[in-house]
């Protein structure tokens, strides 16, 4: 049995529209079937492989090679998964020892050793335990227009180096938007305050974003979705893998 770091792009990357979705982290996951891009033969069943996404350099989940080769009908080669774990919330490279990010500067498919890959899963283990203690903390009753005030006073958005061009803006009717904002390239971000679940949130979040690309959007301009929230949990993490557009999620401190 062989140890592996394996790397891919998601299919929200811009870069990817031409791969076709099987060519994407995002699909591994959900589909149990891996399509190496490098190393094509290199694989056996029982193979244990950690899953990364290229450009964003997080790990996203893990799982065993299922089988030996197979070729599609498209003559790519492909190999069935199982015990596919997607995780909860990623773990970024540059987080990790630097052995590891010199390791995986070398190919986008990297042996480790055994002892390296169940380091690598204690390392997620720890960040996983560690993020989901949300579920311990005590509930704190705060309105939609509460977190936006305070979101302006404490120049959340700022941070962000985003820039408020309309609040509740009604583009399509029944559609309202929180805030409109433009970052630093002249592209169009919607922004989100979370106060229902996190599929209502994502499901909201795509709306808007598609009345401000098909209504409000110059030629070129391009348009992304915020999340402003006092709880980021992995029920939201999940949904938000689940869209076309990219989605920046950012949990709110109140401070003094």
């Not at 799982?63 to 970024?92: G, K, M, Q």
């Not at 380091?119 to 704190?140: A, D, S, V």
């Not at 399509?172 to 592209?187: E, F, S, T």
């Amino acid at each position: 049995m062989t140890h592996w770091i394996v790397s891919s792009k998601h299919s929200r990357d811009e870069t990817t529209k031409d791969w076709g979705s099987k060519w994407t982290t995002d699909s591994f996951l959900r589909n149990r079937k891996f399509y190496p891009t490098h190393r094509k033969e290199g694989f056996s069943a029982g193979d244990r492989c950690l899953l990364k996404v290229l450009t964003s350099q997080d790990f996203v989940g893990d799982f065993r090679i299922a089988s030996t080769s197979h070729v599609d009908s498209e003559d790519h080669i492909y190999y069935e998964l199982s015990d596919v774990n997607e995780w909860e919330f990623p773990v970024n490279q540059h987080l990790l020892p630097k052995k590891y990010t010199d390791q995986l500067s070398r190919s986008l498919s990297t042996k480790i050793s055994e002892q390296d890959f169940c380091e690598l899963l204690g390392i997620r283990n720890f960040t996983q335990n560690l993020r989901l203690n949300y579920r311990n903390k005590l509930p704190l009753y705060i309105s939609e227009k509460e977190i936006e005030e305070k979101v302006d006073s404490k120049n959340a958005l700022r941070a962000l180096k985003l820039e408020i061009v309309e609040r509740q803006l009604e583009v399509v009717p029944g559609n309202r938007i929180d805030l409109l904002c433009q970052d630093r390239h002249g592209d169009l971000v919607v922004v989100e305050l979370k106060k229902a679940s996190a599929n209502e949130t994502i499901g909201q979040l795509a709306r808007y974003v598609t009345d401000v690309r098909e209504h409000k959007a110059k030629q070129g301009q391009k348009v992304r979705g915020v999340i402003l929230s006092l709880d980021i949990d992995e029920q939201l993490v999940k949904a938000a893998r689940g869209v076309d557009f990219d989605v920046v999620l950012c949990q709110l401190t109140l401070g003094r």
